[in-house]
């Protein structure tokens, strides 16, 4: 939906600047994202072979990317077109992130989209994160909708796993963080307009 990647580097040089530790390179650090930022951490820190800072540099960079998650991140080009149209159509939205639930609101409320979702979760909204299915299952039942029409939309194979093991259909949008290599999504974008094709 949204770049966030330029927030999240420059948090992290920021941090580890700090704290005197070098920062790996723009493709390793966009390698470890996906999976929640307490666990990028742990990447960065395991090739700096600096793990015995985590706890000093995690809280760091989590206050630092608390005030400064949005000071770069723009929604991908036609993205807000997009969830205009499905708005319109009454397609029901919902978010759901890896990182923490509180970061995720921060970053939806500033970008003015609040409105276009039933919900929004976190990577500490529940005890399985993607590419766990039970995030989405949650959303399922909880907007009474069926499974054969749904679909998760998302730019890595952590949300494509997700879907598929929800048992959804998957969209995975080439335009975002990183190829797929674990899994194979039912259909792929080269940009958001396209998701319109597919959803309607």
């Not at 920062?23 to 666990?39: H, M, N, Q, R, W």
């Not at 396209?194 to 309607?200: E, G, H, P, Q, T």
């Given at each position: 939906?949204c770049?966030?990647?330029?927030?999240?580097?420059?948090?992290?040089?920021?941090?580890?600047?700090?704290?005197?530790?070098?920062?790996p390179?723009?493709?390793?650090?966009?390698?470890?994202?996906?999976?929640?930022?307490?666990?990028?951490?742990?990447?960065?820190?395991n090739?700096?072979?600096?793990?015995?800072?985590?706890?000093?540099?995690?809280?760091?960079?989590?206050?630092y990317?608390k005030?400064?998650?949005?000071?770069?991140?723009?929604?991908?080009p036609?993205?807000?077109?997009?969830?205009?149209?499905?708005y319109s159509?009454?397609?029901?939205?919902?978010?759901?992130?890896?990182k923490?639930?509180?970061?995720?609101?921060?970053?939806?409320?500033?970008?003015?989209?609040?409105?276009?979702?039933?919900?929004?979760?976190?990577?500490?909204?529940?005890?399985?994160?993607?590419p766990?299915?039970?995030?989405?299952l949650h959303?399922?039942?909880?907007?009474?909708?069926?499974?054969?029409?749904?679909?998760?939309?998302?730019?890595?194979?952590?949300?494509v796993?997700?879907?598929?093991?929800?048992?959804?259909?998957?969209?995975y949008?080439?335009?975002?963080?990183?190829p797929?290599?674990?899994?194979?999504?039912?259909?792929?974008?080269?940009?958001?307009?396209?998701?319109?094709?597919?959803?309607?």
């Amino acid at each position: 939906m949204c770049d966030t990647f330029d927030d999240i580097y420059l948090s992290l040089k920021h941090t580890l600047d700090t704290f005197n530790v070098f920062t790996p390179s723009l493709e390793e650090v966009k390698s470890f994202i996906g999976d929640g930022l307490a666990l990028l951490i742990d990447r960065t820190l395991n090739v700096t072979n600096q793990t015995h800072l985590k706890n000093d540099i995690m809280a760091s960079f989590m206050q630092y990317y608390k005030e400064h998650c949005t000071d770069s991140t723009l929604l991908f080009p036609g993205m807000e077109n997009v969830l205009k149209e499905l708005y319109s159509n009454n397609v029901y939205m919902a978010v759901v992130s890896n990182k923490a639930h509180h970061l995720v609101d921060i970053i939806i409320k500033e970008l003015g989209l609040y409105d276009y979702f039933k919900f929004t979760y976190g990577g500490d909204s529940f005890d399985e994160n993607k590419p766990s299915a039970k995030p989405l299952l949650h959303i399922i039942k909880s907007l009474n909708v069926k499974q054969d029409n749904s679909f998760m939309v998302g730019d890595s194979d952590n949300d494509v796993l997700a879907g598929t093991a929800a048992d959804i259909k998957t969209i995975y949008c080439s335009y975002g963080y990183a190829p797929l290599k674990k899994s194979t999504s039912d259909y792929t974008v080269n940009n958001p307009l396209d998701i319109l094709n597919i959803i309607r």
